[in-house]
């Protein structure tokens, strides 16, 4: 990155209401990008996030992976005297985000019609399972609930089999994370333009549901839903699945074009599988039981070895921490070591712009007082605040 370039969202200051994993994946997209992201949690336990899982000091690796390069705010928004904090916060912000269940905001008397009429410009993005709308509204839901009413979680596993649950969580991810970004910075170019902002009313289920396009068109097919473990990508045909090796490791197959699964064949001296590449049904369960054979007899190393220069999409299924050596994934600069942990760097490469981890993932309520002399409070009110439990 230049020196006279700063990051793209450089001037974009977001108000964070979110827990645990969609939210602040979301935003932390946003900080690694240049925003300056204000972490706001109650005067209690704050993000659960803090204490889940395993510990290096007081917070939790999973908070610290998904907060670095914000800061952190903690405000009651229970007593009037918070969300007064709170509503000044506002008139200097960009984007506030939450993800508490739909109404929750307004009862608090900092919704969207209450923040908007403060500053038409602002951008007020709601992340929930069901949406703000519909009958499920008020219902709670974890990632597992989302992906099984999108009738993707019905696709995943093997044929004759129980549904898999992905240790990936989709519905969090897609559509809790990566999915507000698009709605949020879409209003916010609006609201540059044009003064004033919008609501972004995003649902997981509804973010899953729209990429289903796999699920969809097999159904459009077969007038049916597909098959689990028996479609096209689900391993329905013999060039495209998951393959045991002879050490109990796996080959990814991704022959999917005909060129690709003429080579695998030549690869592994056996022409007589070419024309069930896109077999289905017997001949195809025929096919990848000959196949399944094939890989079987040589551990996993064999197979990376014998197709590390052949382009013909087969390759390892690496374990997490392998992926974290892999040479690729190494060059690309996606993984970095910052506040003591292994990390991920931004999935996006942009030029003149480098990611760097600035500040590690702050703790509970590290820069009230900052914060809240930047929005024009004197030392004095800070203090009162403070004294009254208020941040």
């Known amino acids: 990155m ?47 996030a803090r204490s889940m899982g395993a510990r290096q000091g007081e917070t939790s690796a999973f908070f610290r992976l998904i907060n670095r390069n914000k800061r952190a705010l903690r405000l009651d928004l229970k007593k009037a005297e918070g969300v007064a904090v709170f509503q000044r916060l506002t008139l200097s912000a960009d984007v506030v985000i939450e993800g508490f269940r739909p109404g929750v905001m307004d009862k608090l008397g900092i919704g969207y019609a209450a923040l908007s009429a ?21 219902r709670a839901g974890h990632d597992i609930n989302y992906i099984g009413y999108a009738g993707v979680l019905d696709q995943i596993g093997e044929a004759g089999r129980a549904p898999a649950v992905p240790n990936f969580q989709i519905g969090d991810l897609l559509g809790g994370a990566l999915t507000p ?23 997981m289920t509804d973010a899953v549901l729209a990429h289903a396009i796999f699920p969809l068109t097999g159904m459009l097919a077969r007038h049916a839903p597909p098959p689990r473990g028996a479609d096209l990508l689900s391993g329905g ?16 197959v991704g022959a999917l074009e005909w060129k690709f699964w003429e080579l695998l064949c030549d690869t592994l001296d056996r022409p007589d599988l070419k024309p ?26 064999h197979w990376i070895a014998m197709f590390d220069d052949v382009d013909c999409c087969v390759t390892p299924v690496l374990t997490i921490n392998e992926a974290l ?6 060059a690309r600069g996606m993984i ?28 509970a309520g590290q820069d009230s007082e900052d ?10 009110a800070v203090a009162a605040l403070r004294a009254q439990g208020i941040i």
Do not use: W
């Open 276 to 301: 069930f590449h896109l077999a289905f049904g017997e001949k195809g369960e025929k096919a990848r039981a000959e196949l399944a054979a094939v890989f079987a007899s040589q551990p996993q190393r």
């Open 371 to 380: 914060i809240l002399r930047e929005a024009g409070y004197d030392s004095a």
């Open 2 to 48: 230049t020196e006279s370039r700063s990051k793209p969202l450089a001037g974009l200051r977001v108000l964070d209401l979110t827990r645990l994993l969609p939210g602040p994946v979301a935003t932390l997209h946003l900080a690694d990008l240049g925003a300056d992201v204000i972490k706001i949690e109650d005067t209690g336990p704050g993000d659960y």
């Open 118 to 138: 403060l500053n038409p410009r602002l951008v007020f993005c709601s992340i929930s399972g069901y949406g703000q709308t519909g009958p499920y509204a008020q």
């Open 237 to 252: 045909v013999p060039c495209y699945g998951v393959y045991a090796t002879a050490d109990g490791r796996y080959m990814a």
């Open 181 to 203: 970004l698009v709605g949020l910075l879409a209003a916010v170019i609006d609201a540059r333009a044009t003064g004033r902002g919008r609501q972004v009313d995003v649902a």
């Open 336 to 363: 970095v070591e910052a506040d003591g942990l292994p990390q991920f760097a931004p999935p996006y490469k942009l030029s003149d712009y480098a990611f760097s981890v600035d500040r590690s993932a702050p703790a």
């Open 325 to 330: 050596d892999n040479e690729q994934l190494q």
